[in-house]
């Protein structure tokens, strides 16, 4: 069965920091990925997705960035944090068409300070 | 850019009781999707209707699809305290092979035991 993992759960980071969100799916091969990220009440914004290695698109001019080095490992970076950054950040895998809906990790709670 | 909108925005019920939650968006999808969010974490798919596609059940609910109001309803029937969470509308506009999933604000749902 196919598992989606994301860490850490939580992090704290002061501002002008460097980030580095990692995820990994098992158990598929050649997914899309996508990164998301949902401020406090508001919907989830989609960040960037990936539909093969080294294949990166931008939803949102942003301080981030997204890398895929492996076929299932989705990066996202930042090389300053800013406060905004601040949220929950969510990683996702898909098929073409999200036929099948799409699969969330576990999230990670990012607070700059 | 939102293209899917929940209504209501909170929605509290009793236990027993059915939950009605509504979706409307904005330009022509490939499927709509709906998903369950605990608090604090990841979203968990719940079902997925395509545009040809009018009505769908899984289990407790039912969903609806209207294309020429560009509208959904998600319905949970005899609803209990365990389904208290957000729920999110997402709607799937095809881009060539891949997808992209563009996410509600989301509906709050409290059960009240």
């Known amino acids: 069965s196919q598992t989606i993992h994301q860490w850490p759960a939580t992090l704290v980071q002061p501002v002008g920091s460097p980030l580095s969100l990692e995820c990994t799916v098992e158990?598929?091969?050649?997914?899309?990925l996508y990164w998301y990220r949902q401020a406090a009440g508001r919907g989830l914004q989609l960040l960037f997705y990936s539909v093969g290695i080294g294949q990166i698109s931008s939803e949102v001019p942003q301080n981030l960035s997204a890398s895929r080095p492996q076929d299932r490992q989705f990066i996202l970076s930042s090389k300053k944090l800013l406060l905004s950054d601040s949220g929950f950040y969510l990683c996702?895998?898909?098929?073409?068409?999200?036929?099948?809906?799409?699969?969330f990790g576990s999230g990670t709670r990012l607070t700059v300070v | 850019s939102q293209q899917g909108e929940e209504d209501p925005q909170a929605l509290s019920i009793q236990e027993g009781e059915n939950a009605t939650m509504n979706c409307s968006y904005k330009t022509s999808i490939n499927n709509l999707q709906w998903y369950r969010q605990n608090s604090g974490r990841g979203l968990v798919h719940l079902i997925l209707i395509r545009s040809n596609e009018r009505e769908k059940h899984s289990g407790r609910l039912r969903v609806t699809l209207d294309t020429s109001k560009k509208s959904s309803s998600l319905l949970i029937t005899a609803s209990r305290a365990a389904d208290t969470a957000s729920y999110f509308c997402?709607?799937?506009?095809?881009?060539?092979?891949?997808?992209?999933?563009?996410f509600g604000k989301g509906i709050t749902l409290s059960v009240r035991p």
């Open positions: 158990g598929t091969s050649n997914p899309n």
């Open positions: 997402a709607t799937d506009t095809v881009t060539g092979a891949n997808s992209k999933l563009t």
């Open positions: 996702a895998w898909g098929r073409g068409q999200a036929r099948y809906g799409y699969t």
